[in-house]
């Protein structure tokens, strides 16, 4: 009997009685199998300590099995996705850049899913500012079989301690990185939980290390919330062994520090009038030249310089204002440049907001955000540094953060969108969005019709549409590409637009773009797009456009609603313009609904 024999059997059968001389089996099959050097614990088990392991851990799965859904007192096995080969392996580990295992992600009940673990070459070198700090990169991604209970998992599951006892080391995880996807935690702040079934959940994870723990043997160390000891150990760094310096050049030395390029930091120690005490590290981003959704200021007149910025506070400001106020863009010679902090709504993707505090709030002791500087263009011909001046401090730390250089090329904005441009065609009752690729699609049209809603529509030849499914009626759901009904009635991700008939009133939240009335089909119509946003005046990049046609004249009476949105599938450009000419060529039966 095999070690993962006995585990997968533990998996399945843990809540219920094993057979009464399964300890024994379990016992028997332990001392007649020789120990693979594969196996994960044999490198540090006497094979007569085996059996006292193997009783413990089916006590242990029997135990998390019956208990309900919750915090369990022992934590489960997990076992690497390595091959069963008999055969001689090397134990997995994480020693070297560009190793990678995978292994079982779990939790209360057993094995929810999976997680692989790369190490990544990463910086490597000695922090800025103090000299004393290490940091090893990882990607890790997380693949869901059922959702885990309880339900939060990602960067808290792991953490580097000490081979020797399991102390825990370091600084703990960098969560925000420049230029790279960092993992969270999850489902809390994950918009749809749903999907983490469809693909992995994953990103970058940064632990940060005292550079004198170099000299011990150290572990990474998966334990997901809850449990009261060690899930796994993965070997990550021996200490006979340098630590991997990685392709980038180490940051500049502590009398030597500047933000000059991205993916630079520097560490600063807090200075408040009331005493408050820890530390404030600044890490480089990149030089922008304008984002899609904000308007204001213009990137034809403004670039944009990115700081993300992590206040670690030991002792937290009790009456100071702290944040994002504590910073500002002068010239080398501490001439104003006009630069002003970025306050967008919404914020550019990825990048919250560090914002102000009064010190009576401090969240946690532990804050993070961006920090984005406007300046004007022609501030770009001088350099410029990056000014740390808390206030009612008259001390001020200035640090070289950009040398004369051109600005970075303007970003088209998409904000506000451009008004629409509709068109009259011969045979079509009302004016259409002008669009090439429509008019192409629509030579070689088909019809389909829907018998509940009583209309019949022409539609590309090309597209797809649905036959009936429970209570999705045929000639409802429209797209460009193959997709496949589900049992559940569920709408296919691949859908470009809907077509619903339906009784009652109907109102709409989102802040209308654009409106105007038509008839369809002998109705009165409303053809509308509008935004995900709270007035006409904010950027959204959330759009939908619709019909709604009034069937009867009674407020709760019948109502044909068509749309398409930019969260359905294929253009939403073209989706608009297709969806034009379908309810242009919308007929009801004689027997008028």
Known sequence: MSDRQILEYLRHRGRGEPPLDFVGSVMSGVIATPQR???????????VALVGVAVAVLMAAIVVGQRPAGTPETSPSAVSSASDDPSPQAMPSLLEPGDSIEVDAVDAIGVWGSVTIERLAGVGGPDAASGDAWS????????????????????????????????TVGRGAIILLV???????????????????????????????DTDVLEEDLDLVYRPPGFASTVLVIPLHRANEPPDAGP????????????????????????????????????????????????????????????LATYDMDVAPETAQWGDLDWSIEGADGADVEAQLLRAFPEPEGRGALGNWPGATVPEDRYQGWMIFALPRDSANAALELVYRPPGVSEETR???????????????????????????DGLPFTVLESAQADALFVDADMCTNPIGGYTVSYPDSWYTNTA?????ACSWFSPTFYELNPSGDMPEEIAMNITVFE???????????????????????????????????????????YLVRLDADSDGRRLWAFTGTDYGGD????KAVLDRIMASLEFADSTP
Do not use: C
Not at 179 to 206: H, K, W
Not at 265 to 285: M, N, Q
Not at 286 to 301: K, M
């Open 399 to 425: 640090l070289a953060v950009r040398d004369a250089a051109g600005a970075p090329a303007p970003v088209a904005a998409e904000w506000p969108p451009p008004d629409p441009v509709y068109v009259a065609q």
């Open 136 to 167: 090893i990169h990882f990607e890790i991604a997380y693949q869901a079989e059922r959702m885990p209970s309880p339900a939060e998992f990602g960067v808290q599951d792991w953490t580097v301690a000490l081979a020797s006892d399991g102390t």
């Open 572 to 575: 939403y450009e073209l989706n």
């Open 37 to 47: 050097q594969g196996s994960w614990f044999a490198p540090f088990t006497p094979p």
């Open 179 to 209: 230029g790279a996807p960092t993992l969270d935690n999850y489902p809390q702040s994950y918009p749809d939980t749903r999907d983490i079934f469809t693909e992995p959940i994953g990103g970058r994870v940064v632990m940060t290390l």
């Open 504 to 546: 009652g009133a109907v109102g709409f939240i989102w802040a209308d773009l654009y409106t105007e009335q038509l008839i369809v089909g002998g109705f009165s119509a409303r053809r509308a797009e509008t935004g995900k946003t709270i007035d006409p005046e904010t950027p959204t990049d959330v759009f939908q456009y619709d």
């Open 469 to 473: 499914l429970d209570n999705v009626p």
């Open 248 to 307: 980038v050049e180490p940051s500049p030395a502590v009398l030597d520090r500047d933000l000059l390029q991205a993916g630079r930091s520097v560490r600063l120690p807090i200075v408040s009038p009331d005493g408050a005490a820890g530390t404030i590290t600044v890490e480089r981003g990149e030089d922008v030249g304008g984002y899609p959704l904000v308007p204001d200021p213009s990137s034809q007149t403004h670039f944009f310089i990115e700081l």
